[in-house]
Nanobody, 124 residues
């Protein structure tokens, strides 16, 4: 079972940037796709971004496309989410997750390991 630990969240003004990191334990990180999801208070969890095992294939939610960038460093067992031009509506707890396989997926049902989350708050 892989352990995932997110970091990098915090409070930022609208228009600012944050970089989230997700460190995975174990040797199996590089064989799997990874994803970022978020959940705002009173709302359902929603997909943010995903990256395939190789890093070649990435997908983004329309709400973050052009502002967020997902990347991974398999040597460091870490996946990143660079968030620029942040908006108040980006405020949420952000979770990284490991997929069942190497294929990037926008569905939470395709992920079987989840981190504890890191809070991102964007003030207006």
């Amino acid at each position: 079972q892989v352990q995932l630990a997110e970091s990098g969240g915090g409070l930022v003004q609208a228009g600012g940037s944050l970089r989230l990191s997700c460190a995975a334990s174990g040797r199996t990180f590089s064989g799997y796709a990874m994803g970022w999801f978020r959940q705002a208070p009173g709302k359902e969890r929603e997909f943010v971004a995903t990256i395939s095992r190789s890093g070649v294939t990435v997908y983004y939610a329309d709400t973050v496309k052009g502002r967020f960038t997902i990347s991974r460093d398999n040597a460091k067992n870490t996946v990143y989410l660079q968030m620029n031009s942040l908006k108040p509506e980006d405020t949420a707890a952000y979770y990284c997750a490991r997929a069942f396989n190497s294929i990037a997926s926008m569905s939470g049902a395709d992920y079987n390991s989840w981190g504890q989350g890191t809070q991102v708050t964007v003030s207006s």
